[in-house]
């Protein structure tokens, strides 16, 4: 049986060293929890945030998949965020993977949405990581997992993509050179 958490952290190490940090998240006693690692020294003025356990939901959210965040601001708020979304993802029986967005932040932390006028996690295909990051192997080379980017999103821009979808939201990204770990970035709608 394969140990996807050691196989994650595994992959995670062999592409950004150890952790710096970790919380671990529960949504119930019942439920098994998600940790998020921090990750330095990866991107300039900036921390990853890698989820570790989401694998445990593959039957959930439909995909054996984790998630990293990359934020240059917002670090005492970004893993508990991130765990708050994918446990609403789990909860709400949502499937993780490109083109989707969960808004709701302000429930969670107002403060942040009043700071950084982000109220949304927007997940797509991984962003600014080498290309062989994306995509989880045992050691026969088998093919197990993936990994997603997250990042934050203004209630205008979740709006923008909740008309026009995902391929057109990210054009939008795209065309006004948008980057999405800057959290302090203005609004492109």
């Known amino acids: 049986m394969i140990n996807y958490g050691e196989l994650y952290y ?24 998600i940790q998020i690692l921090r990750y330095e020294n990866v991107f300039e003025q900036c921390l990853v945030y890698n989820s570790l356990g989401l694998s445990k ?21 970004t893993g508990y965020l991130l765990a708050s979304t994918l446990f609403y993802c789990i909860g709400n029986k949502m499937q993780i993977g490109t083109g989707i967005a969960i808004r709701g932040i302000e429930n969670l932390d107002p403060t942040f949405v009043q700071k950084y006028n982000k109220s949304a996690i927007y997940f797509t295909e991984l962003y600014a990581f080498p290309e062989e990051y994306s995509v989880v192997r045992t050691h026969t080379n088998d093919e197990v997992g993936r990994i997603l980017s997250a990042f934050y999103i203004s209630q205008s821009e979740f709006d923008y993509f909740a008309k026009y979808g995902a391929e057109k939201f990210e054009d939008l990204l795209e065309e006004n050179n948008v980057d999405p770990f800057n959290v302090n970035r203005q609004s492109v709608v």
């Open 10 to 33: 595994d992959h995670y190490s062999k592409f950004l060293r150890e952790p710096t940090g970790r919380e671990v998240f529960k949504s119930t006693n019942e439920m098994p929890s």
């Open 57 to 77: 939901y593959e039957e959930i959210v439909g995909a054996n998949v984790e998630v990293s965040m990359v934020v240059n601001g917002a670090f005492r708020s």
